[in-house]
C-alpha cells in the first residue's frame, strides 16, 4: 500500500511506502526509550526541572526531525552542553538563558545561510577528542554527587576536588552515616551494572531494548518495592508548566554583548557536536546524505523555540541517531514519532516518571561521561606525534578547571599554531658525496612563503662554480614563491658558471598538488558513538 501524487505521464510517485511506515514506527519506538530516561538526566543534570529536557526532546523530533538535512539523526538535550547550561546560569542567572539560547539558535540560522556548515566540521582532532574528554570528566564528577543523592559542587574542579568525600559518603554505613547516601550509591551502581551486562549479554531477540532504558526500569522496580528512601524524579501533572516565554525586559538583554558572546560560544559547540554527529550517522546507513547547511538550518530553527520557551538547547545526538538507525528507521518519520511518542507519554502517565529514582538517572550520566573519557583515543593519537596530545590534555585541563568555551578556543589556536609551525618545517643543508665527490643540495619539508627566509639564506650558500645536485625527496609540498625563488637560483648560478642537476617536473607536480592525508576527524566520531 502506498500513498503517492500523480505525474503528466499517469504514474505514481510514492511519498511514504507502508513497509516504511510500519518500520519507522517500530524504531521510533526504540528511539523513543533510548531519549526519555536521557532527556530527564541531563535535565537535573543541567540544573533543571526533568520536563524542561523533555520538552527540548519533543522539538527535537517534531520540529527539527522534520526540516532536518539528516533525516535518521535524533536532536534533543545533550550530554555535552550540560557543562555550558550550568555555567550559563551561573553567570548570567537562570531568567537569561532562554535568551541566550534563542540568539544561539538564530546564530545557527544565519550560519545555514551564509553556508558555513561544513566549516563547523574543519576543527582538529586533537581538539574535539579533548572537548569530549573534558565534557566527560565534568560530567562524571558531577553526576557521582547526584548518584549518591548529594548536590554537585558550584563548578567542575570544586566537584573533582571533593570526589574522594563524595565516594567516602557513598561507602560509610555507620550510625553517624546517612542512609540515603549509601542506598542511592547502591542503586546507581546497580544501574551500572545492569547497563553494561545487558549490553554485553542480552540475548540477540531483547537487544533492541536500550540497556539505559533496562538499568533505570530495573533500579525503579527495586525502589519502588523495597520503599529505598532516596530521591525520585519529580514531575508535575502539567508538562508544560515550565515554558517560561521572555518577557520585555529580558529581550532588552539581547543587546548586552557579553549574552551574545555566550550565544556565540553556546551555537559554535552545539553545531560542531552536531554536524560531527550526523557525519556518523551517515556512516551507519546506507540512505541519503547528510545536508550540512540544512541541518544546520534546522538546529538553529529547534533551538531559537527552546529558547523561546525557555527550555534546553540541542544538538544531534549519535546515542539516540544510532539507537534509531540500528532499529530500523529508513525515513524522517521515526524521528518525528519519537517526538510525539515523547509528548504522548509524559502527557499521559507522568506518574511512572515519579517512581525513577533520581539516583539512577545520574548513574547513566556517571556511565556516559565515563564512556566520553575514551583512554584509547589518546593512544591513537600518538602516531599522529606529541604535538596532538599537548593539544588535547591543554584542552581537557582548561576545560575542567575554567568552562568549556575557553578551553575549546585555547585547543583551537593551539592547533592553528601547530598548523604554522608545520608549514615552516623546511629542512635544507649541503652534503658532499664521497663517492661521486659532488655537492648535494638536500630539501625536505614543506617549503612556503613562510619558510622563504630559511630556503633563500642556504641558497646563498651555495659554493660558486660548483656542481649541485638538487635531493627533493622529502620535499612534501612547495609553493608557487619557493619553486620561484629555486629556478631565479639556479639561473642565477647557471650564469656564474656552476652547475644545477634539478627535478623541475617533479618541483611542479609538488607546486600543484597536495598529499590527500586521512581524515583524522573518523576517530572523533567513533568517541561519540561510544559517548
Known amino acids: 500500500m502506498e500513498s503517492g501524487v500523480s505525474t503528466q505521464i499517469g504514474r505514481r510517485i510514492p511519498l511514504v511506502r507502508f513497509s516504511d511506515l510500519r518500520q519507522d514506527v517500530l524504531a521510533s519506538i526504540v528511539t523513543f526509550l533510548v531519549a526519555l530516561p536521557l532527556c530527564m538526566g541531563i535535565a537535573i543534570a543541567s540544573g533543571e526541572p526533568p520536563a524542561s529536557g523533555i520538552l527540548t526532546g519533543i522539538i527535537g523530533g517534531l520540529v527539527v526531525g522534520w526540516i532536518a538535512g539528516c533525516p535518521l539523526q535524533v536532536s534533543g538535550p545533550a550530554a555535552g552542553l550540560t557543562v555550558i547550561v550550568v555555567d550559563l546560569v551561573q553567570t548570567h542567572g537562570r531568567e537569561h538563558l532562554g535568551i541566550i539560547i534563542l540568539l544561539a539558535g538564530a546564530i545557527q540560522i544565519g550560519a545555514a545561510w551564509l553556508q558555513l556548515g561544513h ?86 531477540r531483547l537487544r533492541l531494548i536500550p540497556p539505559v532504558l533496562v538499568g533505570v526500569m530495573c533500579a525503579a522496580i527495586l525502589a519502588t518495592l523495597r520503599e529505598v528512601p532516596i530521591s525520585h524524579v519529580s514531575v508535575q501533572d502539567n508538562l508544560f508548566w515550565v515554558i517560561n516565554f521572555p518577557s520585555a525586559g529580558d529581550l532588552s538583554h539581547m543587546l548586552d554583548t557579553s549574552i551574545w ?30 545536508k550540512y547547511n540544512r541541518e544546520l538550518f534546522g538546529q538553529g530553527i529547534g533551538n ?87 593539544i588535547y590534555c591543554a584542552t581537557v585541563t582548561t576545560i575542567v578547571t575554567t568552562n568549556l568555551l575557553i578551553g575549546v578556543l585555547l585547543g583551537i589556536g593551539l592547533a592553528v599554531a601547530k598548523l604554522l609551525y608545520t608549514t615552516q618545517s623546511l629542512d635544507t643543508y649541503y652534503w658532499h658525496d664521497p663517492k661521486t665527490g659532488k655537492l648535494n643540495l638536500e630539501i625536505s619539508g614543506i617549503a612556503t612563503f613562510l619558510s622563504l627566509p630559511r630556503l633563500a639564506k642556504t641558497l646563498e650558500q651555495a659554493p660558486p662554480f660548483a656542481d649541485i645536485s638538487v635531493r627533493i625527496d622529502g620535499l612534501r609540498h612547495i609553493d608557487h614563491a619557493c619553486l620561484n625563488l629555486l629556478e631565479s637560483w639556479e639561473k642565477l648560478h647557471l650564469g656564474t658558471g656552476g652547475k644545477v642537476r634539478m627535478d623541475r617536473t617533479g618541483l611542479q607536480n609538488l607546486s600543484r598538488h597536495v598529499d590527500n592525508t586521512k581524515n583524522e576527524s573518523d576517530d572523533s566520531i567513533e568517541q561519540l558513538k561510544a559517548g
Open 119 to 204: 566549516w563547523f566540521r574543519a576543527v582538529s582532532p586533537a581538539v574535539i577528542h579533548g572537548m569530549l574528554a573534558g565534557i566527560g570528566v565534568l560530567i562524571f564528577v558531577s553526576q557521582f554527587h547526584v548518584m549518591i543523592d548529594d548536590t554537585p559542587k558550584g563548578s567542575g574542579l570544586a566537584n573533582l576536588v571533593t570526589l574522594p568525600e563524595a565516594l567516602w559518603k557513598s561507602i560509610l554505613t555507620g550510625n553517624d552515616a546517612d542512609t540515603s547516601h549509601h542506598e542511592a550509591a547502591r542503586i546507581g551502581l546497580l544501574t551500572i551494572g545492569i547497563i553494561i551486562l545487558w549490553t554485553k549479554f542480552a540475548p540477540r
Open 304 to 390: 531559537s523555540l527552546c529558547g523561546l520557551i525557555g527550555v534546553l538547547p540541542m544538538t544531534g545526538v549519535i546515542v539516540r541517531s544510532a539507537s534509531n538507525v540500528q532499529a530500523g528507521a529508513r525515513t524522517r518519520l521515526a524521528t518525528m514519532f519519537h517526538g510525539f511518542w515523547l509528548l504522548l507519554f509524559v502527557s499521559q502517565l507522568p506518574f511512572i516518571l515519579r517512581l525513577i529514582p533520581t539516583a539512577s538517572l545520574g548513574a547513566v550520566l556517571v556511565y556516559t561521561g565515563y564512556k566520553l573519557m575514551n583512554v584509547k583515543a589518546v593512544k591513537e593519537m600518538k602516531a599522529y606525534g606529541r604535538g596532538e596530545i599537548w
Open 261 to 290: 558572546a555566550e550565544a556565540l560560544g553556546l551555537a559554535f559547540i552545539a553545531s560542531v557536536e552536531t554536524l560531527l554527529s550526523a557525519t556518523a550517522v551517515d556512516q551507519l546507513h546506507v540512505g541519503p546524505r547528510t
